[in-house]
């Protein structure tokens, strides 16, 4: 089964400096997905990567997917208080799949 | 923007009691999932719903699970003698196609059995 890794956990920064946060798969990953969770709510897309070497950025928010395609990292440039929540990362296990699988997420605190 | 909403928030229920969540998809999506989240633990797949019938289930979904889509606006999930451990946050999710398509998902309910 295809099993997702997140580094680091968890991620404590000053605001305005800038983090990255990594999702490593077993497999070979055929879409990969990243979400943001508040506390107690729901998962927020935040972006879609499919094609090896794919950067995808949503304002200060930048995920790529390596070309090997088993590896997406996750930047957040400048980071605000807003940004603050536990990042996770879902894959598509399988052509015509129709579930996710997930990492154990990482939780961000930023710090004022 | 649409969204998929989830009621209730919050179910506690004796343990041995039946439980119905209910939540309602964004309107044009056409598959339908539900996911659940242990305490502490990662986001679980649990079912995928198409055209009337499962199209997916995990080894969790067994027969004290089913999902209805009783009308063309709710999906809900069924929970027969619930148990202890299935005290979780349960997480229902749409999307326009079946795979290669980003789920959106609801806010969740929080199922405490007790």
């Known amino acids: 089964s295809q099993e997702l890794e997140q580094s680091p956990q968890s991620l404590i920064v000053q605001e305005g400096k800038n983090l990255t946060i990594n999702c490593t798969s077993s497999?070979?990953?055929?879409?990969l997905y990243w979400y943001k969770q508040k506390y107690g709510e729901g998962l927020i897309f935040l972006m879609m990567l499919q094609k090896g070497g794919e950067e995808k950025s949503h304002e200060k928010i930048t995920a790529k997917l390596d070309e090997k395609k088993q590896q997406s990292s996750l930047h957040i440039t400048a980071s605000q208080p807003s940004h603050a929540g536990i990042y996770l990362c879902g894959a598509d296990i399988g052509r015509g799949a129709q579930k996710l699988v997930f990492g154990q997420g990482t939780r961000l605190t930023i710090n004022p | 923007e649409p969204e998929v909403t989830q009621t209730p928030s919050h179910q506690v229920t004796q343990m041995g009691q039946e439980v119905i969540l209910r939540c309602v998809p964004i309107?044009?999506?056409?598959?339908f999932y539900w996911y659940r989240q242990i305490l502490g633990q990662k986001v679980e797949f649990l079912v995928s719903f198409y055209n009337n019938e499962i199209s997916e289930k995990s080894e969790i979904f067994d027969d004290q699970f089913s999902v209805e889509r009783p009308d063309g606006s709710n999906f809900t999930l069924k929970i027969r003698s619930t148990k202890l451990e299935d005290s979780a946050m349960y997480f229902c999710?749409?999307?326009?196609?079946?795979?290669?398509?980003?789920?959106?998902f609801g806010d969740g309910t929080r199922l405490s059995i007790l």
């Open positions: 497999k070979t990953l055929y879409g």
């Open positions: 309107s044009n999506h056409l598959y």
């Open positions: 999710a749409s999307s326009v196609q079946g795979s290669h398509q980003p789920q959106h």
